[in-house]
T-cell receptor, first 111, second 110 residues
Framework: KNEVEQSPQNLTAQEGEFITINCSYSVGISALHWLQQHPGGGIVSLFMLSSGKKKHGRLIATINIQEKHSSLHITASHPRDSAVYIC?????????????FGSGTQLTVLP | NAGVTQTPKFRILKIGQSMTLQCTQD?????MYWYRQDPGMGLKLIYYSVGAGITDKGEVPNGYNVSRSTTEDFPLRLELAAPSQTSVYFCAIALGFGYTFGSGTRLTVV
């Protein structure tokens, strides 16, 4: 069983829809990260969370430490949001902040 | 991805050949990483470094070597390329608020 599980694997939405991507983890963590991988392959950090909720523009990330679960929400989705969204954790046992990754969620937003 | 430069972007190798993937950062950060990404799988850690002269194995180190003689450079060496090393490779650095990734190297071993 993977230490970081994401769902769904693939998601297709219509422009304007509210989108939720889920991430569950089975290890102790010091932080959880949401990353975005563009169709060209580049990876960028979106959020780093250790508790609560963060918002940046139309993106909202939440984490529930007790339930070992995080969600990434996109409000008023747009075709430019189409990308792979990756959940990753830095484990509390890791000494060098190395990341353990989920397998990603491919999001396609149709106009 | 400002701050982390990876070269080359693409490479085709024959089985048994060797090559070095270059990673250079200009942000003076200590923590650097090499990950590989295979289709449908999460990125896997190959090697990491917490500073010049210090490296350690990650989850999938077999077939690879690294060195860290300076803070800026963290090259990844493939000595005897095998088809199983066909993948996309990413170098990354840890920042206080997240990570910065290089643009990736797409390697095919034939």
């Amino acid at each position: 069983k993977n230490e970081v599980e994401q769902s769904p694997q693939n998601l297709t939405a219509q422009e304007g829809e509210f989108i939720t991507i889920n991430c569950s983890y089975s290890v102790g963590i010091s932080a959880l990260h949401w990353l975005q991988q563009h169709p060209g392959g580049g990876i960028v950090s979106l959020f780093m969370l250790s508790s609560g909720k963060k918002k940046h523009g139309r993106l909202i990330a939440t984490i529930n430490i007790q339930e070992k679960h995080s969600s990434l929400h996109i409000t008023a989705s747009h075709p430019r949001d189409s990308a792979v969204y990756i959940c990753a954790v830095t484990t509390s046992s890791g000494s060098a902040r190395q990341l353990t990754f989920g397998s990603g969620t491919q999001l396609t937003v149709l106009p | 991805n400002a701050g982390v430069t990876q070269t080359p972007k693409f490479r085709i190798l024959k089985i048994g050949q060797s090559m070095t993937l270059q990673c250079t950062q200009d942000m003076n950060h200590n923590y650097m990483y090499w990950y590989r990404q295979d289709p449908g799988m999460g990125l896997k850690l190959i090697y990491y470094s917490v500073g010049a002269g210090i490296t350690d194995k990650g989850e999938v180190p077999n077939g690879y070597n690294v060195s860290r003689s300076t803070t800026e450079d963290f090259p990844l060496r493939l000595e005897l390329a095998a088809p199983s090393q066909t993948s996309v490779y990413f170098c990354a650095i840890a920042l206080g608020f997240g990570y910065t990734f290089g643009s990736g190297t797409r390697l095919t071993v034939v």
